[in-house]
Nanobody
């Protein structure tokens, strides 16, 4: 059984920085990629950032480019999202996603990922 657990959300002020963490665990776990998505009230879940587990290549949504950085710690099966210069429009529940079966599909698609965390709330006030 695979577990994906996020942590690090909170109530922030505009301009603040925050780091989210996500740890994956499970027997014989094979990771092809991990990603962060977010969902604001009344909106669809949207892609934020992804990382290729073997190469370390990263991909960011235009809305967070230059402000958010995704990184990984392979030995701990953990991915991080460092969020700088937070804005009120970054307010959302942030979800970590895990790809354990290679699909050769777009890293920004929800359907690419096999397991999801429970989400962590990030609220940014102006």
């Amino acid at each position: 059984q695979v577990h994906v657990v996020e942590s690090g959300g909170g109530l922030m002020q505009a301009g603040d920085s925050l780091r989210l963490s996500c740890a994956a665990s499970g027997r014989t776990l094979t990771i092809y990629g991990m990603a962060w998505f977010r969902q604001a009230p009344g909106k669809e879940r949207e892609f934020v950032a992804a990382i290729n587990w073997s190469s370390g290549s990263t991909y960011d949504a235009d809305s967070v480019k230059g402000r958010f950085t995704i990184s990984r710690e392979r030995a701990k099966n953990t991915v991080y999202l460092l969020m700088n210069s937070l804005k009120p429009e970054d307010t959302a529940v942030y979800y970590c996603a895990l790809e354990t079966a290679f699909k050769n599909s777009w890293y920004g698609s929800v359907s690419t990922y096999d397991y999801w965390g429970q989400g962590t709330q990030v609220t940014v006030s102006s």
